[in-house]
Structures are given as C-alpha cells and as structure tokens.
C-alpha cells in the first residue's frame, strides 16, 4: 500500500519559469511533510518541510502548499534554474510516534531546460 | 567535511557471500538509518536506531543485521547475499523526533552477481 504517490513521473519546464510538483498522501496521520532533492550518485538532499498545521511555507525560491483536507501537497520552484534538474522525492511522517520514519513517493523528476 | 559518510560506495559481489556496509555520521544526531533504493526508485526503510537502541526494524529479511557500536556509527551486515538484494543502500541521521529533516549518505550500490 502506498501511501505517498508522486503520480508524474517527469517534468520539463523552461529556465525561469515555475516548476510545480505534486504529490498525494492517503494516511491522514501523517503530520510532518518534506521535499528531498537528489542528484545522480548523490544522497537525498533535504529541501524544505511543512508541518501539518500550516498550509504553507517558504525559503528562498521553494515554497511547499499543503492542502490537507486534499491530501495533497506541492512544490513550487520560482524561477526554475538548470541546477534545479534533479529527482525530487516528497516523504511524510507521524511526528507524534517520535521514531523519525519518513515514508518516500518514487520521486519525480525534474528536468529544466536553459 | 562530509557529514554523513558510508563505504564502500560500490559493492560488487557474488551471491551466497556475506557483505557489510558502513556508515558514520559527525552531526551529534541521535538518530540513524537504513534505506533500501529498489530498481524502482522507491525508497524504503528498513532500520533505525536511537542512541545505539533499535526503534525502527521493519519487515526486513533476518539476513540483514544491523549494529550500532556507538550512536555515530551504524553498520549492515548482510549474510547470504540474493539476487534480490541488488539496489542502492542509503544510510541517514537525524536528530531525535518526528518530522527531523534526515540528511543521507551518498549511497552504497550492491550489485550481486
């Protein structure tokens, strides 16, 4: 059962545009969400986290938007770089069992075009 | 300064053979993990361990073992290494808590032959 799908596979979008990423969660325990991005040969690298009780955050030019009554969140990254070409994994946790699990999408990725 | 480090980076090997991976990280987390990268690109995880005290263990083949000398280091044993165990290994710290940002190594690629 999966319970974090990040549906589109891949995304293209030009240099200096918004690139958005979506991903659904179907537990409603979940309570801590995070944007992972990775390069080729290269660990996940932590992006940015929303908790449940927001329904936005922002750094710089990443914002996360939760939708919790959808289930849904995404990533907007304003404008797109090339350096931003990556695969972006979406996780979400129960922060109330204090055990850190994340629960990962397949990740989606990100190709942007100079 | 590398902050959480695993080896080796690559582990090529024969099935049946038994193989360990390391994993160190210098961050003071007290918290450590395990995740399995399938073909799929899932990723999944299999242990983690508090202040060298198992927390999260789950459904993972007793072939793999993981030890946690010190909350710094955590290591996977793997015994009677399967075809099926071919994937990336991805060691991660984070400090204590749900909903920590866990930072990951660079990945050990098992390939078994």
Redesign the interface.
Known sequence: DQQVKQNSPSLSVQEGRISILNCDYTNSMFDYFLWYKKYPAEGPTFLISISSIKDKNEDGRFTVFLNKSAKHLSLHIVPSQPGDSAVYFCAASRGSSNTGKLIFGQGTTLQVKP | DTA?SQTPKYLVTQMGNDKSIKCEQNLGHD?M?WYKQDS??????MF?Y?NKEL??NETVPNRFSPKSPDKAHLNLHINSLELGDSAVY?C?S?P????????????TRLSIL
């Open positions: 959480v918290t993990y799929k690109k899932f990723l999944k995880i983690s508090n927390i999260i991805f991660a984070s204590t808590g749900g909903g920590q940002p866990q930072h990951f190594g660079d990945g």
